[in-house]
Antibody, heavy 116, light 110 residues
Framework: EVQLVESGGGLVQPGGSLRLSCVAS????????MYWVRQAPGKGLVYVSDIKSDGSSTRYADSVKGRFTISRDNAKNTLYLQMNSLRAEDTAVYYC?????????WGQGTLVTVSS | QSALTQPASVSGSPGQSITISCTGT?????????VSWYQQHPGNAPKLMIYGVSNRPSGVSNRFSGSKSGNTASLTISGLQAEDEADYYCSSYTSSATWVFGGGTKLTVL
């Protein structure tokens, strides 16, 4: 059974940093691109970032470029999202998901709250 | 990258059919056959319902179907059931080599 389990969310002050993790199981993690998608409270889904199966290529939404870094450790079946210079508008549930060309499995998400 | 345009809400009675539209541009929906649809119940993670414009993953009811014409994709749900009440999001690959979602549509089963 494919499982994606996110962790690392919490309350952080504006300008602070946080690292999210997503542990994968039930499939060959190293064969898949992986994604981060976020959802602000009461709002829609927004693409954040993705990373190629071997980690050699990464892409970001303009809203997080230069502040967020996606990475992966295929030996640990783990996806990461390092978030720096956090802003109030980054407050959201962050989901990791497997793809592409569609996101066929999603984790349950981890809530990041940016507030003083 | 601007979000794809979806109606904020649609509704239908049990047994009826409804269609949700998803309008983009030639740089996303119109340019690629990588349109997906996701269903999200409150408090839950999204679930893939349609991929590649019109393909259903294993386990998804054949009451769900997808199509595309030009820059607009559509999700049709036939034989509406109470459990179909949820938020629905479309998504497309873009010419920027990233992905874009629609703003979401709240489906109410009357």
């Amino acid at each position: 059974e494919v499982q994606l389990v996110e962790s690392g969310g919490g309350l952080v002050q504006p300008g602070g940093s946080l690292r999210l993790s997503c542990v994968a199981s039930g499939f060959t993690f190293s064969s898949y691109w992986m994604y981060w998608v976020r959802q602000a409270p009461g709002k829609g889904l927004v693409y954040v970032s993705d990373i190629k199966s071997d980690g050699s290529s990464t892409r970001y939404a303009d809203s997080v470029k230069g502040r967020f870094t996606i990475s992966r450790d295929n030996a640990k079946n783990t996806l990461y999202l390092q978030m720096n210079s956090l802003r109030a508008e980054d407050t959201a549930v962050y989901y990791c998901a497997r793809g592409p060309p569609s996101l066929d499995y999603w984790g349950q998400g981890t809530l990041v709250t940016v507030s003083s | 990258q601007s979000a794809l345009t979806q109606p904020a809400s649609v509704s239908g009675s049990p047994g009826q059919s409804i269609t949700i539209s998803c309008t983009g541009t030639s740089s996303d929906v119109g340019g690629y056959n990588y349109v997906s649809w996701y269903q999200q119940h409150p408090g839950n993670a999204p679930k893939l319902m349609i991929y590649g414009v019109s393909n259903r993953p294993s386990g998804v009811s054949n009451r769900f179907s997808g199509s595309k014409s030009g820059n607009t994709a559509s999700l049709t749900i036939s034989g509406l059931q109470a459990e179909d009440e949820a938020d629905y999001y479309c998504s497309s690959y873009t010419s920027s080599a990233t992905w874009v979602f629609g703003g979401g549509t709240k489906l109410t089963v009357l």
